[in-house]
Nanobody, 119 residues
Framework: QVRLVESGGGLVQAGGSLRLSCAASGSTFSINTIGWYRQAPGKQRELVAS???????NYADSVKDRFTISRDNAKNTVYLQMNSLKPEDTAVYYC?????????????WGQGTQVTVSS
């Protein structure tokens, strides 16, 4: 099992920055990919950014050059640095982890953290 706890959301003006953190616990050795999704009211949940155990990253086109995902393996924590925030970035941000298939597979989600960007 993997437990994910997010922190760092809040209210910020357009153009500002926030950093989200996701602390993982449990069978963290089995995590293959970890990252962030977001869901705005009335919209589907979408991938924001992810990072693999090997360090490869993937970003949504809408956040490239503004957001940066990183991980601290010693702390079992993944971060999402969000710069130049826009009102359309307003959403609940969820941490997501996928276990390696050889470890049993499975997707795990955090409880979500609200990010609100005012214009």
């Amino acid at each position: 099992q993997v437990r994910l706890v997010e922190s760092g959301g809040g209210l910020v003006q357009a153009g500002g920055s926030l950093r989200l953190s996701c602390a993982a616990s449990g069978s963290t050795f089995s995590i293959n990919t970890i990252g962030w999704y977001r869901q705005a009211p009335g919209k589907q949940r979408e991938l924001v950014a992810s990072i693999t155990s090997g360090g490869s990253t993937n970003y949504a086109d809408s956040v490239k050059d503004r957001f940066t995902i990183s991980r601290d393996n010693a702390k079992n924590t993944v971060y999402l640095q969000m710069n130049s925030l826009k009102p359309e970035d307003t959403a609940v941000y969820y941490c997501h982890a996928r276990r390696a298939v050889l470890a049993g597979g499975g997707d795990y989600w955090g409880q979500g953290t609200q990010v609100t960007v005012s214009s």
